[in-house]
């Protein structure tokens, strides 16, 4: 696994981008068990992951494992948009509640190439709701104020992860 984020322990990782920025590509790069996603809770409800009518559902089965996981002191990716600070909000409570940190990785992905990248996927969102969301981004210190204890740029730590590896090739 390629820890680009040296995570706090039991830390609540929330990822923030629209739809298409790679949130959950990255979440690859970490173990199944870590990552909650609202996608996958729907496609379970409904056999869709984009019937909308199945949030609420899938919001409580996140909020569940959420508990469950940070009431361990384990690990927790939040694979959604989280563009809402309504949603932050709740994430961060949570945290709180659990004594737990809260990180966020902000996806400060070009609107083109989020557009790109949406239109190359299986589930292709409509792309007034990909612009909707990228023009919710929140930006870092928004997310600071907000009660996050670190804000990473997923711009910052894909560069930084390119030259890790430049560097160990050589």
């Known amino acids: 696994m390629d820890d680009l984020l040296n995570l706090p322990a039991s830390a609540l990782c929330a990822l923030v981008g629209p739809p298409g920025s790679g949130k959950s590509t990255f979440a690859a790069r970490y173990p199944d068990s870590w990552r909650v996603c609202l996608d996958v809770y729907r496609r379970l409800a409904t056999d869709s992951e984009a019937d909308q009518s199945a949030t609420p559902v899938a919001a409580e089965i996140q909020n569940l494992l959420l508990d469950a996981r940070l009431s361990r002191g384990l690990h ?75 804000v990473h740029l997923i711009s910052e730590l894909l ?10 090739r050589r």
């Open 76 to 150: 927790v990716l939040v694979d959604s948009t989280n563009v809402f600070p309504h949603v932050r909000a709740g994430l961060l409570a949570r945290a709180r509640y659990w004594q737990r940190p809260a990180v966020a990785i902000l996806f400060d992905v070009p609107l083109p190439t989020v557009e790109a990248q949406n239109a190359g996927r299986d589930r292709v969102v409509p792309l007034h709701i990909v612009r909707e969301h990228h023009q919710l981004l929140p930006d870092a210190d928004q997310l600071h104020r907000e009660g996050f204890a670190a």
């Open 159 to 168: 560069t930084t992860s390119s030259a890790l590896r430049r560097g160990a």
